[in-house]
């Protein structure tokens, strides 16, 4: 099974910027599409943005325009290019792999926006 593992969570100042990555221990093409969710304390994960195996890409409301998603296929790696960062944007970030019916997570990694 691919094993996902994120990295590029930190610390930064409200309208800062944030690069995470998603790298997996095989080909990224194993999985149908990629993601990034979030979860904030106290509340629910949530999906931010998709990346499709064709490259197609997604994302929510609170993140359209700021966040883009993208990918590295020689690398084997997903991205996360976070810009105009806000206090709301606080959480565990995690990628995700989707094949079929089934998914794999990554572990998580802490994003912190400052006010």
């Not at 904030?40 to 883009?68: C, H, M």
Request: net charge positive; hydrophobic share 30%; glycine share 12%.
């Amino acid at each position: 099974q691919v094993q996902l593992v994120e990295s590029g969570g930190g610390l930064v100042q409200a309208g800062g910027s944030l690069r995470l990555s998603c790298a997996a221990s095989g080909s990224i093409f194993s999985f149908d599409n990629m993601a990034w969710h979030r979860q904030a304390p106290g509340k629910q994960r949530e999906w931010v943005a998709l990346i499709t195996s064709g490259g197609r890409t997604n994302y929510a409301d609170s993140v359209k325009g700021r966040f883009t998603i993208s990918r590295d296929t020689a690398k084997n790696t997903v991205y996360l290019q976070m810009n105009s960062l806000k206090p709301e944007d606080t959480a565990v970030y995690y990628c995700r792999g989707y094949s079929g019916p089934n998914s794999s997570w990554g572990q998580g990694t802490q994003v912190t926006v400052s006010s």
